[in-house]
């Protein structure tokens, strides 16, 4: 039986450049290999604790099948790790930090072993380093597999997390059951896989943190891809589906990073920026429910000279509705931030005193008529909104 892993079931945001890099390079030594006499100076002889070895081994190959076989593997978690790493030169140290952790491992080995350690050549290494840490960094992204027995073959999508257990779990029982490995380094193989999953785990758990919504999202959108598009009536739906899902998802990242410039504003004691900054994107123009959610989105934040900006414009937009009954609740939601709360239209706080009144809300029609000559000025009729003070604190 035979199962071949060769592409991660992620869309790529840009070419993963290190990894073919890589790949390229990987090849050209191997070209030099054959045309010269230079691999007795590229492999790694665990003894010798040689760093620059340790690098070189990594890049020399035994054969052609050997080669490729490695550039499979690689070619099949590589790229989505470099992208997902969003670092060109953190992507480059982790598979410099698997060679290193590989020979090492060889090394420590030697001391132990009774017999003469084998020399060590093959990027088998970084490639199970690159396993580990997919299991890690991208445990539910979907491997395509080429799944092949006998006479039947089928291409399979399996778990990162899943391949992982498979193969370093196969080289490990071999080594604790098998007396002979042949000229296959299983203690690279499971050093490297377990190298990459703990850099992972040490070292990258913020960056997990920080792709993990994203990555969960594209790989539903994979999933649904994989399982809707493959007639051409169910390919179109499939593409009109994606491709208001993918504006959906890119108005929602926008409003969050929107939100997250006020929140910085807010809390930095900005909040003239931030004032201005929403009435650039909200007006009353905007939707009721929209300016609803945002309140009380921003209300979570704490109190606000923003939040009541925001109220303000409900207000008025429930004015103009004749919502009466709605607009006493967001008035009195104002003056629990702010008791003097000050009306977006002046010529209207006497008649919203009087709903206050016929609604019980003593407390907001007090709000709303006390000091009126010293907040209003000539704009309310004073003695009107004295009487209507006297008769809410009655």
């Known amino acids: 039986m035979i199962l071949l892993p060769y592409s991660t079931a992620l869309r790529l945001s840009r070419p993963p450049y290190v990894t073919y890099a890589t790949l390229v390079?990987?090849?050209?030594?191997?070209?030099?290999?054959?045309?010269?006499?230079?691999?007795?100076?590229?492999?790694?002889?665990?003894?010798?604790?040689?760093?620059?070895?340790?690098?070189?081994?990594?890049?020399?190959?035994?054969?052609?099948?050997?080669?490729?076989?490695?550039?499979?593997?690689?070619?099949?978690?590589?790229?989505?790790?470099?992208?997902?790493?969003?670092?060109?030169?953190?992507?480059?140290?982790?598979?410099?930090?698997?060679?290193?952790?590989?020979?090492?491992c060889d090394s420590m080995a030697s001391l132990i072993s009774v017999?003469?350690?084998?020399?060590?050549?093959?990027?088998?290494?970084?490639?199970?380093?690159?396993?580990?840490?997919?299991?890690?960094?991208?445990?539910?992204?979907?491997?395509r597999v080429f799944w092949w027995y006998i006479v039947m073959w089928k291409i399979l999508y399996v778990p990162a997390w899943v391949l992982a257990v498979i193969y370093i779990g196969v080289d490990v029982w071999t080594m604790?059951?098998?007396?002979?490995?042949?000229?296959?380094?299983?203690?690279?193989?499971?050093?490297?896989?377990?190298?990459?999953?703990?850099?992972g785990y040490f070292w990258l758990g913020e960056r997990r943190a920080e792709i993990e919504a994203e990555l969960a999202e594209e790989v539903d959108t994979m999933r649904v891809r994989q399982k809707e598009g493959k007639t051409r009536s169910e390919a179109f739906n499939y593409r009109k589906r994606m491709a208001q899902q993918e504006s959906e998802k890119q108005e929602t990242r926008a409003v969050e990073k929107f939100m997250r410039r006020i929140y910085q504003m807010i809390t930095t004691h900005r909040e003239s920026e931030a004032v201005l900054l929403l009435l650039e994107k909200y007006d009353l123009t905007t939707p009721t429910d929209e300016l609803e959610q945002l309140f009380d989105h921003m209300l979570a934040w704490g109190r606000s000279r923003t939040v009541?900006?925001?109220?303000?414009?409900?207000?008025?937009?429930?004015?103009?509705?004749?919502?009466?009954?709605?607009?006493?609740?967001?008035?009195?939601?104002?003056?629990?931030?702010?008791?003097?709360?000050?009306?977006?239209?002046?010529?209207?706080?006497?008649?919203?005193?009087?709903?206050?009144?016929?609604?019980?809300?003593?407390?907001?029609?007090?709000?709303?008529?006390?000091?009126?000559?010293?907040?209003?000025?000539?704009?309310?009729?004073?003695?009107?909104?004295?009487?209507?003070?006297?008769?809410?604190?009655?």
Not at 176 to 199: E, P, Q, R, W
């Open 25 to 104: 390079l990987c090849v050209l030594v191997f070209l030099l290999q054959i045309n010269t006499s230079v691999t007795e100076s590229l492999v790694y002889y665990p003894q010798s604790w040689n760093p620059f070895r340790m690098i070189t081994s990594s890049l020399a190959h035994a054969d052609w099948f050997h080669l490729i076989g490695n550039m499979f593997f690689y070619i099949a978690f590589a790229p989505a790790l470099e992208i997902l790493l969003g670092n060109k030169f953190r992507y480059l140290w982790i598979m410099l930090f698997i060679a290193f952790t590989v020979g090492l």
């Open 115 to 143: 017999e003469e350690p084998l020399p060590s050549l093959g990027f088998s290494g970084v490639v199970m380093g690159m396993i580990g840490l997919s299991a890690y960094l991208m445990p539910k992204a979907r491997i």
């Open 176 to 199: 604790l059951s098998a007396s002979d490995y042949g000229n296959v380094n299983l203690l690279a193989h499971v050093s490297g896989g377990c190298a990459g999953y703990l850099y």
């Open 308 to 394: 009541l900006c925001i109220g303000r414009l409900i207000i008025q937009q429930l004015d103009a509705q004749g919502r009466d009954g709605k607009v006493i609740v967001y008035i009195e939601k104002c003056q629990k931030i702010s008791p003097p709360f000050v009306l977006p239209d002046l010529t209207r706080v006497l008649h919203y005193a009087e709903v206050a009144l016929q609604t019980g809300r003593t407390e907001v029609a007090r709000n709303l008529t006390k000091d009126a000559r010293k907040r209003y000025g000539e704009l309310v009729n004073p003695a009107h909104c004295r009487h209507l003070f006297e008769k809410a604190r009655a």
